[in-house]
């Protein structure tokens, strides 16, 4: 359904061969290099890889939230059809909340300590919204209730550190959905949480994305939180793209070497299996990333090319694979 | 406490009976008497009994703040069981002072969690491995030390040569075989692995689940593998023990609690794992949260968010009693027959 949607429709948000650099003592570092996908209305895209692999990253410069000396030093990024990856600090600002939102991963530090629910819920209604303050207390209650917290008119006035930490996600949420955004960039909404309360917290997005319609770009290391939401995933290596398509395809019949091998090192109940397979070493640190593709000292499949020539992605079918494996001719 | 477990395999390597940990949080003394404030405790272990038997992983999962982390430190030592009894192949060990008997404790080590935090970082690898060689006295010369460290480094998977660096020049998963380097430097037949693979990736935690594996059926070891992950719970374990608020509700062989969990709560944790084999399935997730320990509630502590609670489950604890397979089940519903049978297929 979701693949023939992306096909013929606009792209809400897309992605250019963006690159992000730090500039540090050690030289230019490279943290995403070459990172191309697109977003449809609507679409719920799954993002995963390990830690360092440049997923966070790649969030915060779609909301410009990139901290220096972290820089995108090239490719563009456009919403709507206009480019923001130039926009200023308050263009950008304006965008944020109202167009795009965000949910991070610790939701205790995403929200204020001193100041109320309500506070905080009122100040972004009205940042966005031109609502008086009676209305607005009235708009924050009437999310709170949308995101399941019971007894909204008295839990309003509570603090941050009187809810538990599933709640407080749910308050993050709310805070997210206020002006009903056209994209959600969520960076591992749910890994501070425990498996239950992420089942919460995952069916309440899916509720939220099918209900206003909203895409939601799902930033996590969990391949089981991604088979279980997303429409599309993209599996980033080394801050490269090395597969990205339908949720199905990638985990049924992942091709690239680093989907296969990540897939087979995921324990699953019901398998009963005595060993799991094991990608040999671990993601090279960002200032020796090997030449040609990035994962070849510790793929299965390497041939002599891979040490020279990096791959770009090719299509198959509906998915985009960045292996040499899979060039035309071979 | 468990027939089917005594009848597998003689006396069990480690036994507790009726262990329990309570934390004062009472307010302070001069709070309490100006302000008329109780004294409070935390019962993060409120009454555990477990045999695990020799050569084989017992797997304790449950949420956080459900107390498995304090289980752990009580077996090895670094906490003092408020009640109860904690005996290690026979012997008695609840009132030692942590690291005595040494006899007995050389025998039981840890794995923590966070590999950068629990190696001392001023210290080289070889330093940090010998420890245990020296405070137990098993090594008399330098050079008998080295070829101990560069053979338990090969062990884990690294180069001989590595005893000379620091931590910092390893990373997580590199660090973790270290911790267990160290570990089992004594030559244990016990450890305790406090959720030694959650701060890792997937694919470096496939790689020390798989070693972990390995050292056991070379050395014997017998584990207490302590997660919150169940499908890495479901690979490494034999028996598994499910805990709710410092007490356990489902406790028996692995393969029979993961094909028919009979406790709600188990049933709850089997369904809310995401699973990347049945892909987009619409679940009704259970509502509600773990409650606080300080404050829990009476009955059985589960019923506020059990779907098969009645008037006896808000009153009354149930305790552990034999269910189906073997399993043993703390649950009203399912020893009065209430609970149609779950099948996990």
């Known amino acids: 359904m979701m693949n023939n949607r992306n096909a013929d429709t606009a792209p809400l948000l897309e992605v250019r061969d963006l690159s992000i650099a730090f500039d540090t003592r050690r030289g230019l570092l490279r943290a995403v290099d070459g990172m191309s996908f697109k977003l449809v209305p609507g679409e719920i895209l799954g993002v995963v890889g390990e830690s360092g692999a440049g997923k966070s990253l790649t969030g915060a410069a779609i909301i410009g939230l990139l901290e220096p000396p972290g820089h995108v030093s090239g490719g563009e990024i456009h919403f709507e059809g206009t480019r923001i990856d130039n926009f200023s600090r308050e263009q950008m600002r304006q965008m944020r909340g109202k167009k795009i939102g965000a949910i991070f991963q610790d939701p205790l530090t995403s929200l204020n300590p001193l100041l109320t629910i309500e506070r905080q819920l009122v100040e972004t209604i009205q940042t966005h919204l031109n609502l008086d303050s009676g209305e607005a207390r009235q708009r924050a209650i009437e999310l709170l209730t949308e995101v399941g917290i019971p007894a909204p008119e008295k839990r309003i006035d509570h603090y941050p550190h009187q809810f538990s930490g599933g709640m407080r996600q749910r308050v993050v949420i709310a805070l997210a959905i206020c002006a009903q955004p056209k994209l959600i960039i969520a960076d591992e909404p749910t890994t501070a949480l425990d498996v239950s309360i992420q089942a919460q917290i995952i069916a309440l997005l899916k509720k939220m994305c099918r209900e206003h319609g909203t895409a939601v770009m799902l930033i996590t290391h969990d391949m089981g939180v991604i088979a279980e939401t997303c429409d599309r995933v993209a599996v980033m290596y080394s801050g490269r793209l090395a597969e990205i398509g339908p949720v199905h395809q990638v985990v049924k019949e992942p091709r690239h070497p680093y989907t296969r091998g990540l897939m087979g090192s995921i324990p699953a109940i019901g398998t009963g299996s005595e060993r799991l397979t094991q990608i040999k070493g671990a993601m090279p640190r960002l200032k020796d990333i090997p030449p040609g593709c990035a994962f070849h000292p510790r793929c299965s499949e390497v041939m002599e090319r891979c040490s020279s020539i990096k791959p770009i992605p090719v299509e198959i079918n509906d998915s985009e694979v960045a292996c040499l494996l899979y060039e035309k001719g071979t | ?345």
Not at chain 2, 29 to 48: S, T, Y
Not at chain 2, 67 to 82: D, N
Not at chain 2, 92 to 108: E, F, I, S, W
Not at chain 2, 197 to 220: F, H, P, R
């Open chain 2, 1 to 345: 406490m468990n027939d089917l477990m005594r009848e597998n395999s003689g006396v069990p390597l480690l036994s507790m009976r009726g262990v329990k940990k309570y934390f004062d949080i009472s307010p302070p003394f001069l709070n309490r008497v100006l302000e008329r404030k109780p004294i409070q405790h935390l019962r993060a272990v409120d009454g555990l009994d477990l045999d695990i038997p020799r050569g084989t992983t017992f797997s304790l999962v449950g949420e956080s703040g459900c107390g498995k982390s304090t289980v752990a430190k009580l077996v090895v030592g670094l906490y003092r069981a408020t009640e109860g009894s904690i005996s290690f192949e026979g012997v008695d060990v609840t009132g030692m002072p942590a690291g005595k008997p040494l006899a007995l404790r050389q025998r039981m080590q840890m794995i923590f969690q966070d590999p950068y935090a629990s190696l001392n970082p001023r210290w080289r690898v070889r330093d940090i491995i010998a420890e245990p060689l020296r405070s137990f006295g098993l090594r008399r010369s330098r050079s008998e030390e080295l070829n101990e460290v560069g053979r338990l480094l090969d062990l884990v998977g690294l180069n001989a040569q590595d005893g000379e660096k620091y931590p910092h020049e390893f990373s997580g998963g590199q660090r973790q075989r270290i911790s267990i380097a160290r570990a089992i430097a004594s030559n244990p037949d016990f450890l305790v692995c406090d959720e030694p693979t959650s701060a890792l990736d997937v694919s470096v935690q496939a790689q020390i689940l798989n070693l972990m594996k390995e050292l056991q059926e070379e050395l014997g070891l017998t584990y207490l593998f302590i997660s919150h992950d169940l499908a890495v719970v479901n690979f490494m374990s034999e028996w598994i023990g499910v805990m709710y608020l410092g007490r356990i509700v489902e406790v028996g062989l692995a393969r029979y609690v993961f094909a028919g969990p009979q406790h709600p709560y188990t049933q709850l944790l089997l369904e809310t794992i995401p699973d990347i084999t049945m892909q987009k399935r619409d679940r009704e997730p259970v509502a509600g949260e773990v409650p606080n320990p300080i404050n829990p509630p009476s009955g059985c502590t589960f019923h506020p968010r059990c779907p098969h609670a009645d008037e006896r489950c808000r009153s009354e604890l149930p305790i552990l009693a034999a269910g189906a397979s073997g399993i043993m089940v703390a649950c009203h519903a399912v020893h009065e027959g209430r609970l149609s049978v779950y099948s996990a297929g």
